[in-house]
């Protein structure tokens, strides 16, 4: 998750399906969005480098918000596996007013998830943040941790100096939804980015 200076998220997902030997080609991946306020057709995608066309919203099945990815040629097969990958450049509306009551701002993210029926096993999660350009590392704080992962993120600086909070959790269960947060100085990005949370936002799926 790339929290941006104009207030706005991109995202980059990337995810590796194992196809069971008995089960279905995996022709159709649905990818849950944080909100509605996202352009479909900047959205690009590949799986194992080749690139998906079929991208919408139309076509998505799971719960909230979405799109629907078609791999078509590219399907993967019973017993192989692939690496599907989507970025989605833009998504307004992404940041809060933190519930600290200070000059903060506030980011959520919580990962998309999978229909336990369509999953077995264990798998390997992990989320990182890059904060918005400026913030100093002694800045931001993150917010708790869910149960089962490590209380506090890994820090660092990425490639362009932002600060990055990684968690990370080799035994998560796909078909659960997890949550991840982090504050910063709201000076960082501009005031009429900043919205007021209804029920239920945060930079997740519902």
Do not use: C
Not at 13 to 37: H, K
Not at 190 to 195: G, L, V
């Amino acid at each position: 998750v790339y929290w941006q200076e104009d207030g706005t998220a991109s995202l980059a997902y990337e995810f590796i399906f194992t196809n069971n030997p008995s089960a279905s080609p995996i022709d159709y991946v649905d990818v849950g969005l944080p909100n509605r306020n996202f352009d479909e057709g900047s959205i690009t995608a590949d799986v194992d480098g080749k690139p998906i066309t079929d991208i919408s919203r139309s076509g998505y099945q799971g719960s909230g918000t979405g799109v629907a990815l078609g791999l078509g040629g590219d399907a993967i097969r019973p017993g192989q596996s692939g690496r599907v990958h989507m970025y989605v450049p833009v998504i307004r509306d992404v940041v809060y007013k933190d519930s600290e009551g200070d000059d903060y701002a506030s980011g959520v993210f919580a990962t998309p998830w999978f229909g336990s029926e369509y999953m077995t096993g264990a798998t390997d999660i992990m989320v990182i943040f890059h904060l918005p350009p400026g913030v100093k590392p002694e800045e931001p704080r993150w917010h708790g941790a869910p149960s089962g992962w490590p209380s506090e993120p890994e820090t660092g600086l990425d490639e362009d100096g932002r600060v990055t909070y990684t968690w990370a959790n080799p035994d998560a269960r796909g078909y659960v939804q997890y949550e991840f947060g982090a504050s910063f100085p709201s000076s960082y990005v501009p005031e009429s980015a900043i919205t007021s949370p209804g029920i239920g936002e945060s930079l997740g799926v519902t």
